[in-house]
């Protein structure tokens, strides 16, 4: 089933009996299917809470401010590819692992396994906890795919990022599971409802913080929204610097 619609997308979001879809617990140790067996992002039940209160943990000692500071100043010119990663694992105290995460997030999401996806897990196992890692993976291709969509428009930095996570969200779908049935709630459809959202086919910077449902909601929403906007709002700032 595929939800269009915001009311909608936010009862499926908001059900306990909501799950993501499952994935393997087969696979060997250090791989990344394995990997994908040991996040929260995939767990559910008590599993699923005791993995995101690590992720909170983690998060709690990053200051998004901070964070923002960090990402403008290490944008230089006009070069962004790599920055968020390379700002977290800075705040995170560890090297740059900026080539191992994006190799990797290449299957995190969609499960697709490859044997340098392998590789580079194995080296961030050597070099990261899982919730450190889990932060890397989940923000890496979200983040740098909100920075490119807002690149796309003009306006304040902080207007145009709020409106591109309604508008033009890097991730266009999300999948559940609810009570054996797969449901696919469509991002943009959700965020351009018009029941919602006023003219919603329209692109406005001034519209300032709405109800889109990019960063989740209910049960499992993103807990590093702050972060990811501020490590966003930090490059934007650096390339109009």
Request: net charge negative; hydrophobic share 45%.
């Amino acid at each position: 089933m595929q939800i269009t619609r915001h009311a909608e997308a936010r009862a499926v979001l908001s059900d306990s009996r909501s799950a993501p879809p499952p994935v393997r617990q087969d696979a060997a140790e250090g791989t990344l299917a394995w990997l994908r067996a040991q996040v929260s992002r995939f767990s559910t039940g008590q599993v699923h809470a005791e993995r995101r209160a690590e992720l909170e943990r983690l998060l709690s000692d990053l200051d998004p401010s901070s964070l923002r500071a960090a990402a403008r100043a290490r944008v230089r010119g006009g070069v962004w590819a790599g920055v968020p990663t390379a700002v977290l694992c800075e705040a995170l105290g560890l090297d740059d692992l900026t080539p191992q995460v994006a190799e990797a997030a290449k299957g995190y999401l969609s499960g697709e396994e490859s044997p340098d996806g392998d590789a580079a897990v194995a080296l961030l196992l050597k070099a990261a906890t899982i919730p450190q890692i889990t932060l890397l993976l989940q923000g890496h291709a979200a983040t740098e795919g909100l920075i490119a969509n807002a690149l796309k428009h003009e306006g304040p930095v902080e207007g145009v990022l709020h409106e591109t996570l309604r508008h033009d969200p890097p991730l266009l779908v999300t999948r559940r599971v609810v009570e054996g049935s797969p449901v696919e709630v469509d991002l943009v459809a959700v965020n351009r409802d018009p029941s919602v959202f006023s003219d919603p086919l329209a692109f406005d910077a001034g519209r300032g913080p709405s109800p889109h449902l990019t960063f989740g909601y209910g049960v499992r929403p993103c807990p590093a929204s702050a972060h990811a906007f501020a490590i966003a709002a930090g490059v934007l700032e650096g390339l109009s610097a």
